[in-house]
């Protein structure tokens, strides 16, 4: 039995500290690589958070290639048993996403830092400079294609009673006061509660504690489909973490995000 075996989806400092020696530990850290040179939780292999995406405009926050995940994960050490832990130096965003990539690529084990490098300095814990080196071979992988929802599907479903869209950009992103799109303003329907204000900034970026009251009350509920996005999907992956987090049972990423939708010349928008 693994030791992460009790665990939530969300742990805390300790209860990764006690853990770091695991066999199954792979320990990400998706902060940038002048503060992973600087210091990381020890173990922790560095994943550039560009890697997570595919890059190109006008929807950079797409999948990268099959080909280009399968070597990130063969240089991580992916294998059917791997227990992975992920945090970032942000709240939650590139961690978030990187928990979406392995629900992309089908594998279940994983949890999340709650507030990431800020809460595990908080505790005092140790850094290290020393970096594990790449794993090498070769991997095959199997997307699925559950956990996104594509441009055409969403579409499909707007309107929907059993829908919330969740837009995690800003508030003038979402009334179309800023353009980063050749549209402005948002999807119909969509809810704006920006990444940000999910965070508790008097618990070192930890997710606040009463999302749950606060998401029921903008209609994001666990009886309805979530399906979050943000401009790229970034801000986003921790909007899609706080929904696994809570255990609602039906959530999507929007990966190609308001970059898709607000430069698709069919897509409807509300300001």
Excluded at 251 to 265: C, F, M, Q, T
Aim: net charge negative; with cysteine; aromatic share 8%.
């Amino acid at each position: 039995m693994t030791a992460f075996a009790a665990l939530p989806l969300v742990i805390e400092p300790a209860d990764l500290a006690s853990r770091l020696n695991a066999p199954e530990l792979i320990l990400i850290d998706l902060t940038s690589t002048a503060r992973y040179a600087a210091g990381h939780i020890p173990g922790a292999r560095f994943v550039d958070p560009k890697r997570t995406q595919l890059g190109q405009p006008p929807a950079p926050g797409l999948l990268p290639p099959p080909t280009q995940l399968e070597q990130l994960f063969a240089e991580l050490g992916h294998n059917p048993n791997a227990v992975y832990v992920v945090y970032d130096d942000e709240g939650g965003g590139w961690a978030g996403r990187f928990i979406w990539l392995l629900d992309v690529i089908g594998h279940a084990g994983y949890h999340y830092l709650n507030g990431g490098l800020h809460a595990w300095l908080a505790e005092d814990r140790p850094l290290s400079t020393e970096q594990p080196a790449a794993r090498s071979g070769s991997l095959r992988l199997t997307l699925s294609d559950a956990p996104t929802a594509t441009r055409e599907y969403l579409q499909s479903r707007l309107g929907a009673s059993d829908l919330a869209i969740w837009d995690a950009r800003s508030p003038a992103e979402y009334r179309g006061e800023k353009a980063l799109a050749a549209k402005a303003g948002h999807i119909p329907g969509a809810v704006n509660f920006e990444w940000t204000a999910g965070m508790d900034q008097a618990r070192a970026l930890r997710i606040r504690q009463d999302m749950p009251t606060l998401l029921d009350s903008l209609g994001i509920s666990p009886d309805k489909e979530v399906i979050t996005h943000c401009q790229t999907h970034h801000r986003s992956g921790f909007t899609y973490l706080v929904a696994k987090a809570l255990g609602y049972p039906r959530v999507k990423a929007y990966a190609g995000s308001w970059g898709e939708w607000g430069n698709h010349p069919d897509t409807p928008i509300e300001r």
